[in-house]
C-alpha cells in the first residue's frame, strides 16, 4: 500500500502542476499563438529542459538515489549527508561550467538545435536572447534534483512533487503581464516569459531546499574532489545523463527537425503539453517512487518484494495509461480546440496540433512501460545497458523522422517519436526477464487483458459520441459550450471505462476505499 500512496502522492501533485501548466498554455496560445515568436521560446525553453533531463532527471535519478539510499540504510543519516555534500559540489561546479560556455557559444547551439532558424534572421536572433535568458534555470534545476534525490530517499515526496507547481504559477503571473500590456505575438512577449523561467528555477530553489533543510539535509558546498564515491557516481552517471533523459532527447531531436517547417516547432510543443498530463501523473510518480523503493527492496536482499513492486507499478501504469492513450488518439479535435483555440491560435493551428497529438498517444504507454523497467537496471546500478537501448530507440527516431518529415510534415516526427519509445520500452522489458529480473505475475496475467478491453470499450464510446455533440463544438459556440460538451465526451468514456474495469474485478471497491482511505 505505501507503493500506492505514494504513487498517488506525486501523481496528485503532478495532476495539480499539469492543471496549472494548462492553464498557462491557454494563456501562452492566445497572446503568441504559433508564430514565429512562439517558436523562438519554445525553442528557447526547451533547450535548458533537454539538459535537465540529461544532467538532473537522468544522471540522479539513475545514479545518486540508489547509492544514496543504501548511504542511508547502511551508515546513517550523517555519512549520506556527507556523500549528498560532495556529490552536490561535483554537480554545481560542472552544470555551472556547462552553463557559462553555453551562454558563450549560444549562436551556434541555436544554429544546431534549430536549424531551419538561420534562414530567418529576426527569429534566430530572438532565439538567441531566450536561451541565453532561460539557460541559467538549468543551475537551479539540477539542484533542485539532487534535492529530491534526497527527499524521495527519505520517502518525502510532497515537497519534490510540488515544486513544478511553482513553474506555472509564475509564467502564469508573466503570461498575464505580458497581456496587459499588449504584448500580443511581438518579441517583448518571449522575453516576458524567458525571464519568467529564470524567476521560477530560483523559486524552485528555494522552497525544495527548505524542505531538506526541515529533514537535518540542509547541504553545504564543499570543495570538489574526485572521491572514490564521487567516481562511482560519475561512472553510473555519464550513461544515465542519456538514459534517464530519452523522452526529452526525442523530443529535443524532433524540435531540431521541425524547424524547418513554419510553425512545426510550436505544433509539437502544444501536443507536447496535452501528452505530459498522463504521462506526468503517471510516468513521474512511477519513476521518483519506485527507484527508491526497489533499492531498499534489493538492498535486504529482499526479490519477491522487488518483483511484486515492478508489477504492480505496470499494473498502475496499464491502468491509467492505455485508456488515455486511446483517448487522446480517438478525440484530439475538441480536446485542443477548446483548450487552445482562440485570439492568436487559428483552426488550422488546431487541426495541425491534434493531429501531432494523435500521433504522440500511440506511444504514451511505452514512454510511462519505460519509467517502470529503468529502476530494475538503476536500482543494480546498471546505467550502461539502458544507455545502449537509448542508442537503438534514438536511430529509430531519427530515422523515421527523417524518412516520414518530407512527406507529412510534423506529424512524421510525432509517429517516429512513438515509435522510439517502444522500441526502448519493449528491449528493457525483454532484457529484464531474460536475466531473471522481471517475470509478469498471476496478478497483471489476469487483469492486463481486462483492462485493454475496457480501453477498447471506452474508445468505441467516444468514437460513437462525438459526431452526436460535434454541434456544440461549433465555432460559433460559446467558449463555456463547448467546454460543457468536452465535460461531457470525457466523463461519459471515464464512465464506460471504469464501468468495465470494476465489472471485470480489475480493481474492487474496497481496496479503491483502502487506497483513499491510505
Known amino acids: 500500500m505505501s507503493l500506492y500512496r505514494g504513487f498517488l502522492t506525486v501523481g496528485g501533485l503532478t495532476a495539480i502542476s499539469r492543471v496549472f501548466g494548462f492553464v498557462r498554455d491557454v494563456l501562452l496560445a492566445a497572446v503568441m499563438g504559433t508564430g514565429w515568436v512562439a517558436d523562438a521560446f519554445f525553442v528557447a525553453f526547451r533547450f535548458p529542459n533537454l539538459f535537465r533531463a540529461l544532467f538532473a532527471e537522468g544522471a540522479f535519478n539513475s545514479a545518486f538515489v540508489p547509492l544514496f539510499t543504501k548511504r542511508l540504510r547502511g551508515e546513517g543519516d550523517v555519512r549520506a549527508r556527507e ?45 538567441v536572447l531566450l536561451t541565453r535568458i532561460t539557460f541559467p534555470y538549468l543551475v537551479c534545476m539540477s539542484l533542485v534534483a539532487l534535492a529530491a534525490g ?68 540542509d547541504l553545504r558546498f564543499r570543495l570538489p574532489r574526485l572521491t572514490p564515491d564521487m567516481r562511482r557516481l560519475v561512472k553510473l552517471a555519464v550513461p544515465g545523463l542519456i538514459t534517464g533523459g530519452i523522452n526529452q532527447v526525442n523530443i529535443f531531436i524532433g524540435t531540431m527537425i521541425a524547424s ?62 492505455l485508456p488515455a492513450s486511446v483517448a ?53 546500478e546498471d546505467t550502461a545497458t539502458p544507455m545502449r537501448f537509448v542508442a537503438a530507440s534514438v536511430a529509430v527516431n531519427v530515422g523515421g523522422s527523417l524518412l516520414m ?18 522500441t526502448n520500452a519493449l528491449l528493457l522489458m525483454i532484457t529484464l526477464m531474460r536475466r531473471g529480473h ?40 460559446s467558449t463555456m459550450k463547448q467546454a460543457g460538451a468536452m465535460l461531457l465526451l470525457v466523463t461519459s468514456g471515464a464512465a464506460v471505462y471504469a464501468a468495465v474495469i470494476l465489472a471485470s474485478g480489475v480493481v474492487r471497491l474496497s481496496a ?7
Open 405 to 422: 518529415f518530407p512527406y507529412i510534415g510534423h506529424v512524421g516526427i510525432a509517429i517516429a517519436t512513438s515509435l522510439s519509445g517502444w
Open 83 to 127: 556523500f549528498a555534500e560532495e556529490a552536490l559540489s561535483i554537480l554545481l561546479v560542472g552544470v555551472t561550467a556547462t552553463v557559462i560556455l553555453a551562454e558563450i557559444f549560444m549562436p551556434y547551439l541555436v544554429r544546431a538545435i534549430a536549424p531551419g532558424f538561420s534562414e530567418d534572421k529576426q527569429k534566430f536572433e530572438l532565439a
Open 328 to 380: 487522446l488518439i480517438v478525440i484530439p479535435d475538441p480536446i485542443i480546440q477548446v483548450l487552445f483555440q482562440r485570439g492568436s491560435f487559428t483552426p488550422e493551428a488546431t487541426r495541425q496540433v491534434s493531429l501531432a497529438l494523435a500521433a504522440y498517444a500511440a506511444g504514451l504507454t511505452a514512454f510511462v512501460m519505460t519509467k517502470v523497467f529503468l529502476p530494475g537496471f538503476f536500482a543494480r
Open 260 to 321: 524547418l517547417q513554419a510553425s512545426a516547432v510550436s505544433y509539437l510543443y502544444y501536443a507536447d503539453r496535452v501528452m505530459q498530463l498522463p504521462l506526468g501523473m503517471v510516468g513521474i510518480a512511477i519513476g521518483v517512487v519506485l527507484l527508491p523503493t526497489l533499492t531498499r527492496h534489493l538492498a535486504d536482499a529482499d526479490e519477491p518484494a522487488a518483483l511484486a513492486s515492478q508489477n504492480r507499478s505496470l499494473e498502475f501504469a496499464l491502468l491509467l495509461t
Open 512 to 518: 479503491l476505499r483502502r487506497a483513499m482511505r491510505a
Open 150 to 217: 534526497v527527499l524521495n530517499a527519505h520517502q518525502k515526496f510532497r515537497a519534490p512533487a510540488a515544486t513544478p507547481i511553482l513553474l506555472n504559477l509564475v509564467l502564469i503571473a508573466v503570461t498575464l503581464f505580458a497581456a496587459a500590456s499588449g504584448f500580443r505575438d511581438q518579441p517583448e512577449a518571449g522575453i516576458v516569459q524567458a525571464w519568467g523561467v529564470a524567476i521560477a528555477g530560483f523559486a524552485q530553489l528555494l522552497f525544495v531546499a527548505w524542505a531538506a533543510r526541515g529533514l537535518g539535509m
Open 438 to 477: 522481471f517475470r509478469f505475475d498471476d496478478a497483471l496475467k489476469r487483469r492486463a487483458p481486462r483492462i485493454v478491453a475496457a480501453s477498447v470499450a471506452m474508445g468505441g464510446a467516444l468514437y460513437w459520441l462525438e459526431p452526436v455533440l460535434d454541434p456544440y463544438f461549433a465555432a460559433d459556440r
